[in-house]
């Protein structure tokens, strides 16, 4: 009898540890699944260039512009996006984005390339959000199928075009 008291008295407290749980997973929030995105990329702005002898130069680049997307990421479809970076002829560049949509939702971006040139491959993590992009996670890649510069009195303009952007996120339920 003693026995069968305990097998009770350990099926209940089963069962009810069993119905709690999903509960506390829901409360969590863990994340949702993965989406994709693609789309294309139009950039403008300028660069410093230092030299570094007669076969080496870095420079600092600021581009601005608009990323339209075939499909939404956190609601918004097209941005505008800010960018600031340093490319090495050498060693790649490396930049920090931020893209806007017109209801202020911004996501946050690093980019990793080759040189700041047409034909170049970039990729990049998302990094963070706000809005209805807060907590999103992911990456994307891209190659830069144009790229244009003009110099004058030491300044240097910069365009390109990415006709082929794409990548993957994952916002939190």
């Not at 807060?134 to 009195?153: E, K, R, V, Y």
Request: hydrophobic letters at 40%; a negative charge; one cysteine or more.
């Amino acid at each position: 009898m003693v026995k069968r008291s305990y097998l009770l008295l350990f099926f209940l407290l089963f069962a009810n540890v069993s119905l709690v749980a999903p509960i506390s997973f829901i409360e969590h929030g863990y994340a949702a699944e993965p989406q994709s995105f693609h789309g294309t990329w139009v950039a403008n702005g300028s660069k410093e260039v230092l030299s570094m002898g007669e076969k080496r130069q870095v420079a600092i680049f600021r581009l601005t512009g608009h990323v339209n997307l075939k499909n939404d990421i956190g609601k918004v479809n097209d941005y505008w996006a800010e960018c600031i970076g340093l490319a090495d002829s050498e060693a790649g560049s490396n930049a920090r984005c931020v893209w806007r949509g017109l209801n202020d939702q911004e996501i946050y971006l690093t980019l990793q390339g080759e040189k700041l040139a047409e034909g170049s491959s970039v990729t990049g993590t998302i990094v963070g959000g706000t809005g209805s992009a807060s907590g999103i996670t992911g990456s994307l890649q891209f190659t830069w199928s144009s790229m244009s510069t003009q110099s004058a009195n030491n300044a240097t303009a910069v365009g390109g075009y990415a006709k082929e952007l794409t990548g993957s996120y994952q916002l939190p339920e």
